[in-house]
């Protein structure tokens, strides 16, 4: 973004663009409703004028496709005027959701580091493992999610933990990947150099591989931390509807309300933009304060 | 130099088969001297494998005692299931170890590092899966783990020899249906549009970090919406997998045509080439790395997105519909056997790709040798 100013480069295609889609929104949104409304009209006896039509396409309790306004006006009952604690608040099933995330993603991170440092140290592993972890990837273990909840349930593990299971699951990978990729990012030179001073195993990983890998590790885990609110929205979805976005998003299914389901989707994006943009702000600051590169 | 060469795997071998013989026999189903001489195929294989051997003798030895003693152990369990004594774990374990010991001969120790890459790169890989089915097996059915929690692999295999027909059911509705249709059309659609944007930077600044933003988001969750929309045949699980799939397309197509470098570009103009010709001939070359990434990474979502749709109604045939249905029957065999069926599918599909990629951008650094 050299020379360019930031309004130009960015604010401006940026706006325009998301007030096309929302243009398009609301011209799908009377596309979508308006059979339903005129047959509904026809059957109860009503003529309305285009305007009115127009409305009454906007305003159905159950729409096909909800308008914008319908999503921000659910969006605003169901966070600002209720309790964040009260069952019906997207806080609340927000909340649920982020600490499974949280809780998965911590423990994805950490096994993906494991591994890494495993792989890099052992060449054993190196050639066994690392293929079956790419391959691990390609199974559509998403897929799975039912099953392990059920599974865990039935041993009597239930609540946070198995949702952040499959979180870890598909958090790992990311992290693994990227740590493998960090660590062995020093350069020969670098590593001659400590071998100079001989270094220790450790002292190598410690004073030159981890800090080389920093970067790194934060692009993979702005990934992981999108793939672990993926994880637990789909562990929710087969617990019975008890609380959360992915029990929101089943209930909603369930009675075809389809507003409630676009407010939990959104409330879900909104997570999933808070928690990319928090790894990568506090990816910036640490990279910066190291003066390493951006990977 | 002595004639011997002590490596921990073969020595704490040694010591797990040691430690077995204090718990004889083995299973219900082994008789002691059968015990004995599983015991005596690991003895002969941990002591060989110290020896000072010819890498490829001792990969050999190792590999026949490590699958005897396996084999041996597995044998030993027919009719005896949950009767598995702490001796038999512990030779399970000095089996495994003679396996590492095999893995690390056959990795050359790390000394030859880029080198043996036929061979020994499947060969690795293949022999940890194995391992991994082994232990599976032995350890859910020697320690008796109940059969709704996990069955062994045995059985989940009879199980995919059994239903056959329907398990070519569901992948006709789920990936011939739903995913291949939804693939093409969201990952052609992603990278036209990418074209399209690239002709109009205002329209490429705009699309770009939207694009980015959306690929991050938990797309799977208009999962319901479209089954409200489309139906529950397979139609609402391919306009899932075409969302999933168009937003990765797209941001990796635009990453990609801005890759080929000034100097090529500038090179390009000097040859008086218009911007289709420079498109066609330098940056869409440039791009393919990207958009094979994109397409790799819309195999996985594609299966994904077509398998949890089907959580939320389907006719009664498909893969996601199957597991969802079999779990609630406890009939973990056969979820299994659908999660093996889109493990192979989702692997095969990744496989192919990345043949295709290595044979479209051949100039790329990563296949030079």
């Given at each position: 973004?050299?020379?360019?100013?930031f309004l130009?480069?960015?604010?401006?295609?940026v706006?325009s663009?998301?007030?096309?889609?929302?243009?398009?929104?609301?011209i799908?949104?009377?596309?979508l409703?308006?059979?339903?409304?005129?047959?509904?009209?026809r059957?109860?006896?009503?003529t309305?004028?285009?305007?009115?039509?127009l409305l009454?396409?906007?305003?159905?309790?159950?729409?096909t496709?909800p308008?914008?306004?319908?999503?921000?006006?659910?969006?605003?009952?169901?966070?600002?005027?209720?309790?964040?604690w009260?069952?019906?608040?997207?806080?609340?099933?927000?909340?649920?959701?982020?600490?499974?995330?949280?809780?998965?993603?911590?423990?994805?991170?950490?096994?993906?580091?494991a591994?890494?440092?495993?792989i890099?140290?052992?060449?054993?592993?190196?050639?066994?493992?690392?293929?079956?972890?790419?391959?691990?990837q390609?199974?559509?273990?998403?897929?799975v999610?039912?099953m392990?909840i059920?599974?865990?349930?039935?041993?009597?593990?239930t609540?946070?933990?198995?949702?952040?299971l499959?979180s870890?699951?598909?958090s790992?990978?990311p992290?693994?990947v990227?740590?493998?990729?960090?660590?062995?990012?020093?350069?020969?030179?670098?590593?001659?150099?400590?071998?100079?001073y001989?270094?220790?195993?450790?002292q190598?990983?410690?004073?030159?591989r981890i800090p080389?890998?920093?970067?790194?590790?934060?692009?993979?885990?702005k990934?992981a931390?999108?793939?672990?609110?993926?994880?637990?929205?789909?562990?929710e979805?087969?617990?019975?509807?008890?609380?959360?976005?992915?029990?929101?998003?089943?209930?909603?299914?369930?009675?075809?309300?389809?507003?409630?389901?676009?407010?939990?989707?959104?409330?879900?994006?909104?997570v999933?933009?808070?928690?990319?943009?928090?790894?990568?702000i506090?990816?910036?600051l640490?990279n910066?304060?190291?003066?390493?590169?951006?990977? | 130099?002595?004639?011997?060469?002590?490596?921990?795997?073969?020595?704490?071998a040694?010591?797990?088969?040691?430690?077995?013989?204090?718990?004889?026999?083995?299973?219900?189903?082994?008789?002691?001297?059968?015990?004995?001489?599983?015991?005596?195929?690991?003895?002969?294989?941990?002591c060989?494998?110290m020896?000072?051997?010819?890498?490829?003798?001792?990969a050999?030895v190792?590999?026949?005692?490590?699958f005897?003693?396996?084999?041996?152990?597995?044998?030993g369990?027919?009719?005896?299931?949950?009767?598995?004594?702490?001796?038999?774990?512990?030779?399970?374990t000095?089996?495994?170890?003679?396996a590492?010991?095999?893995?690390?001969?056959?990795?050359?120790?790390?000394?030859?590092?880029?080198?043996?890459?036929?061979?020994?790169?499947?060969?690795?890989?293949?022999?940890?899966?194995?391992?991994?089915?082994i232990?599976w097996?032995?350890?859910?059915?020697?320690?008796?783990?109940?059969?709704?929690?996990?069955?062994?692999?045995s059985?989940?295999?009879v199980r995919i020899?059994?239903?056959?027909p329907?398990?070519?059911?569901?992948f006709?509705?789920t990936?011939?249906k739903?995913?291949?249709?939804?693939?093409?059309?969201?990952?052609?659609?992603?990278?036209?549009?990418?074209i399209?944007?690239?002709?109009?930077?205002?329209?490429?600044?705009?699309?770009?970090p939207?694009g980015n933003?959306?690929?991050?988001?938990?797309?799977?969750?208009i999962?319901?919406?479209?089954?409200?929309w489309?139906?529950?045949?397979?139609?609402?699980?391919?306009?899932?997998?075409?969302?999933?799939?168009?937003?990765?397309?797209?941001v990796?197509?635009?990453?990609g045509?801005?890759?080929?470098?000034?100097?090529?570009r500038?090179?390009?103009?000097?040859?008086?080439?218009?911007?289709?010709q420079?498109l066609?001939?330098l940056?869409?070359?440039?791009?393919?790395?990207?958009?094979?990434?994109?397409?790799?990474?819309?195999?996985?979502?594609a299966?994904?997105?077509a398998?949890?749709?089907?959580?939320?109604?389907?006719?009664?045939?498909?893969m996601?519909?199957?597991i969802s249905?079999?779990?609630?029957?406890?009939?973990?065999?056969?979820?299994?056997?659908?999660?093996?069926?889109?493990a192979?599918?989702?692997?095969?599909?990744?496989?192919?790709?990345?043949?295709?990629?290595?044979?479209?951008?051949?100039?790329?650094?990563?296949?030079?040798?």
């Open positions: 973004m050299s020379g360019g100013s130009r480069d960015r604010l401006a295609p706006g663009i998301l007030l096309v889609i929302l243009i398009a929104w609301y799908a949104a009377y596309a409703n308006a059979p339903f409304q005129r047959d509904f009209d059957r109860t006896d009503v309305r004028t285009g305007a009115e039509f009454a396409t906007m305003s159905q309790p159950k729409p496709m308008a914008p306004h319908q999503v921000a006006e659910n969006l605003w009952t169901n966070t600002l005027t209720v309790k964040p009260s069952k019906r608040s997207l806080v609340y099933h927000s909340w649920i959701t982020l600490s499974a995330t949280l809780l998965g993603f911590a423990m994805g991170t950490a096994l993906g580091v591994i890494a440092i495993g890099v140290h052992v060449p054993a592993l190196d050639r066994s493992l690392l293929p079956w972890i790419i391959t691990s390609t199974i559509p273990i998403l897929a999610a039912p392990i059920v599974l865990l349930s039935a041993v009597g593990v609540g946070l933990l198995p949702k952040a499959i870890t699951y598909l790992f990978f992290v693994a990227g740590m493998v990729k960090g660590l062995r990012s020093p350069d020969v030179l670098h590593l001659d150099l400590m071998r100079t001989s270094a220790s195993k450790m190598l990983l410690w004073k030159l080389a890998s920093v970067p790194f590790f934060f692009t993979s885990m990934v931390i999108a793939a672990s609110l993926i994880g637990a929205i789909v562990g979805l087969p617990t019975g509807a008890v609380a959360g976005i992915g029990s929101k998003l089943l209930a909603g299914s369930y009675y075809s309300q389809t507003i409630d389901i676009f407010a939990a989707l959104i409330a879900g994006s909104i999933a933009i808070l928690l990319v943009s928090l790894v990568g506090l990816g910036r640490v910066a304060r190291m003066g390493a590169r951006q990977a | 130099m002595s004639a011997l060469r002590p490596n921990w795997q073969a020595l704490a040694l010591v797990a088969t040691l430690y077995s013989l204090t718990a004889l026999p083995f299973t219900a189903g082994m008789s002691a001297p059968y015990s004995l001489a599983v015991a005596a195929i690991l003895i002969a294989g941990a060989l494998s020896l000072r051997l010819p890498s490829g003798v001792e050999l190792l590999m026949v005692a490590s005897a003693a396996a084999a041996l152990l597995i044998a369990l027919a009719e005896a299931t949950g009767t598995a004594t702490a001796g038999y774990f512990a030779s399970l000095a089996a495994w170890l003679l590492w010991r095999l893995v690390t001969v056959l990795s050359g120790d790390g000394r030859s590092k880029g080198q043996g890459f036929g061979l020994v790169s499947i060969t690795v890989p293949v022999l940890f899966g194995i391992w991994v089915l232990l097996e032995c350890i859910v059915r020697g320690a008796g783990i109940p059969f709704v929690l996990l069955p062994p692999p059985a989940i295999g020899g059994n239903s056959l329907i398990l070519a059911a569901d006709r509705q990936v011939l739903a995913v291949l249709f939804g693939y093409v059309v969201g990952s052609l659609s992603g990278f036209l549009v990418a399209l944007a690239d002709r109009f930077r205002f329209f490429a600044n705009g699309l770009l939207i933003m959306v690929s991050a988001l938990p797309m799977i969750g999962a319901p919406i479209m089954v409200i489309f139906g529950f045949d397979w139609q609402s699980k391919a306009a899932v997998v075409v969302v999933m799939t168009f937003f990765p397309m797209l990796n197509t635009l990453a045509l801005a890759a080929s470098g000034d100097m090529e500038d090179l390009m103009r000097t040859y008086g080439a218009s911007h289709w420079v066609m001939k940056r869409l070359q440039a791009a393919m790395p990207f958009i094979f990434n994109a397409l790799k990474i819309n195999s996985t979502l299966l994904i997105g398998i949890v749709a089907e959580f939320f109604g389907t006719p009664v045939v498909g996601g519909f199957r249905t079999e779990v609630g029957r406890m009939n973990l065999d056969m979820v299994w056997a659908e999660i093996a069926l889109a192979v599918v989702g692997s095969l599909f990744y496989g192919a790709l990345a043949l295709l990629e290595r044979t479209v951008t051949f100039w790329h650094p990563s296949y030079r040798r």
